[in-house]
């Protein structure tokens, strides 16, 4: 069980803030630096740049600011019933490593401060335990990906949101053209990001949702297949059976059969 202590978010300070814990504190503290900042943890020096996370273990020294103008960051005071880090024996504590999706983890803390200090006791445990976990997880996400290149792209958090809007758009058409114009960005240099960041190139990330989709509503409606092809964004039953065809090894109509029939 975690107890939110207090924090912050998108917390600003003059050029002259300088923050200094010698003992440390008696709690974990959680860092997300959004501005360039010097640190000392322990008596060892760090120099960073923008959008830095960092968990402070209990009782270790700390001081930091930023010389060179403004420093912000999100900061969260954290107790727990048990030594929750490092999580799963992964996640170490008093290491930064980067967070390119900043606003991800302001919308968390947020949301948990909230809890904290306006939610009925009745829920309050339970949803800040819950929302702890999911903190957690995707600082955890963002520690194990530390070292990779792709995780650092400035277009990813761009792309996360164009690949979840996908599935909410099946219905109309989507194009290459479209997004990259977007992002601001050649299609060719689009494709390569898509393929680079997702393992998967755009069309066939596109044509796996479409067909997922179909299954979905197959195995889960008695819609017509000429009311599902379209809104699975196909403009054509033929095009939509050629496809689903290829990519499951049966049309819809047998797919649907052999479906129900695993159900009774």
């Known amino acids: 069980m975690y107890q939110i202590i207090k924090g912050g978010c998108n917390?600003?300070?003059?050029?002259?803030?300088?923050m200094s814990h010698?003992?440390?504190?008696?709690?974990?503290?959680?860092?997300i630096v959004k501005t360039p900042a010097v640190f000392q943890i322990a008596g060892q020096d760090y120099t960073l740049s923008p959008n830095q996370a960092i968990i402070l273990a209990p009782h270790t020294p700390c001081s930091y600011s930023n010389p060179y103008?403004?420093?912000?960051?999100?900061?969260l005071h954290i107790a727990a019933d048990e030594d929750i880090f490092p999580l799963r024996g992964i996640l170490a504590t008093n290491t930064f490593f980067r967070v390119d999706d900043a606003e991800l983890f302001s919308v968390y803390i947020r949301q948990l401060l909230w809890e904290n200090a306006y939610?009925?006791?009745q829920y309050r445990t339970e949803n800040i335990d819950c929302l702890v976990n999911v903190l957690l997880n995707h600082l955890l996400i963002a520690y194990q990906?530390?070292?990779l290149a792709a995780y650092y792209n400035p277009y990813f958090p761009?792309?996360?949101e164009i690949r979840i809007s996908m599935k909410s758009t099946l219905m109309y058409p989507l194009s290459i053209d479209d997004f990259s114009k977007r992002l601001g960005i050649s299609k060719s240099h689009?494709?390569?990001l898509y393929t680079e960041l997702f393992g998967i190139s755009f069309q066939k990330d596109y044509i796996q949702m479409r067909i997922d989709y179909a299954k979905d509503l197959i195995?889960?409606?008695?819609?017509?297949m000429e009311q599902i092809a379209e809104l699975c964004g196909y403009s054509t039953e033929v095009h939509f059976y050629r496809q689903f065809k290829a990519y499951t090894d049966l049309t819809p109509a047998v797919y649907r059969r052999k479906f129900r029939n695993q159900l009774f």
Do not use: A
Not at 11 to 18: A, E, G, L, Q
Not at 69 to 75: A, H, L, N, P, T
Not at 219 to 224: G, Q, S
């Open 145 to 147: 990906q530390k070292d």
């Open 22 to 31: 010698p003992d440390g504190l008696n709690n974990y503290l959680l860092l």
């Open 69 to 75: 103008g403004e420093y912000m960051d999100d900061w």
């Open 119 to 121: 939610t009925t006791s």
């Open 190 to 192: 689009f494709q390569h």
């Open 11 to 18: 917390t600003r300070h003059p050029s002259s803030f300088f």
């Open 158 to 160: 761009k792309l996360q």
């Open 219 to 224: 195995e889960t409606t008695d819609l017509p």
